[in-house]
């Protein structure tokens, strides 16, 4: 299976500190058509997990544009340019380019 | 409004079977792939299985097969997974998720079903 590397385990931030979140692959998740399946979610304390990013850089339904997704192949990245107080849970990186689909173990936000 | 409701969890002793559902709303059900998607207590995410769209296809990860059976009712908007011969290790939060139709996968989850197997 593939694994994903998340960086790192626990982040503490300032409202309006600009943060990162680094997903690094086993294996190159770009397939044989060109794609990369990298997405992210966000799961708020005591909710169900949200999906943020998707295909590596796009922004899903209803995100606020303060999040931004990046990377390549094996190294990926989540940036956080301005966090606000409803930013804090578990952030994830799962990816499906490969069977079965798998995902990062977490990067916890706090709020300072 | 998407909205996928689950049910059908609770404390189940080991061995024990358990059937938990998804009832869709909000958007044409028939059109997109579903998926079952665990969290153990204080773990991480675990995707276990998804069914194609008409279910004639399915998918799960290797710690279910034989064990696990994902299926769905487009005439009722509903998921299922029948979980068998349950494991203390198959204790957790299932979330019932949808595929996006441009996005991938999970772009809509449940709020979460518990499943706890205890003797």
């Known amino acids: 299976d593939v694994v994903l590397t998340q960086t790192p385990s626990t982040l503490s931030a300032t409202i309006g500190q600009s943060v990162s979140i680094s997903c690094r692959s086993s294996?190159?998740?770009?397939?044989?058509?060109?794609?990369?399946?990298l997405y992210w979610y966000l799961q708020r304390p005591g909710q169900s997990p949200q999906l943020l990013i998707y295909?590596?850089?796009n922004l899903g339904s209803g995100v606020p544009n303060r999040f931004s997704g990046s990377g390549s192949g094996t190294d990926f990245t989540l940036k956080i340019s301005g966090v606000e107080a409803e930013d804090l849970g578990v952030y994830y990186c799962?990816?499906?380019?490969?069977?079965?689909?798998?995902f990062g173990s977490g990067t916890k936000l706090e709020i300072k | 409004e998407v909205q996928l409701v689950e049910s059908g969890g609770g404390l189940v002793q080991p061995g024990r079977s358990l059937k938990l559902s998804c009832a869709a709303s909000?958007?044409?059900?028939?059109?997109?792939?579903m998926a079952w998607v665990r969290q153990a207590p204080t773990k991480g995410l675990e995707w276990v299985a998804s069914?194609?769209?008409?279910?004639?296809?399915?998918y799960y990860r290797d710690s279910v097969k034989g064990r696990f059976t994902i299926s769905r009712d487009n005439a009722k908007n509903t998921l299922y997974l029948q979980i068998d011969s349950l494991r203390s290790e198959d204790t957790a939060t299932y979330y019932c998720?949808?595929?996006?139709?441009?996005?991938?996968?999970?772009?809509?989850w449940g709020q979460g079903v518990m499943v706890t197997v205890s003797s």
């Open positions: 909000g958007f044409t059900y028939s059109n997109y792939v």
């Open positions: 998720a949808k595929d996006g139709e441009n996005t991938g996968p999970f772009d809509y």
């Open positions: 295909l590596v850089s």
């Open positions: 069914i194609s769209t008409g279910g004639g296809n399915t």
């Open positions: 294996q190159s998740l770009l397939d044989s058509a060109g794609n990369t399946y």
């Open positions: 799962m990816q499906a380019t490969h069977a079965p689909f798998t």
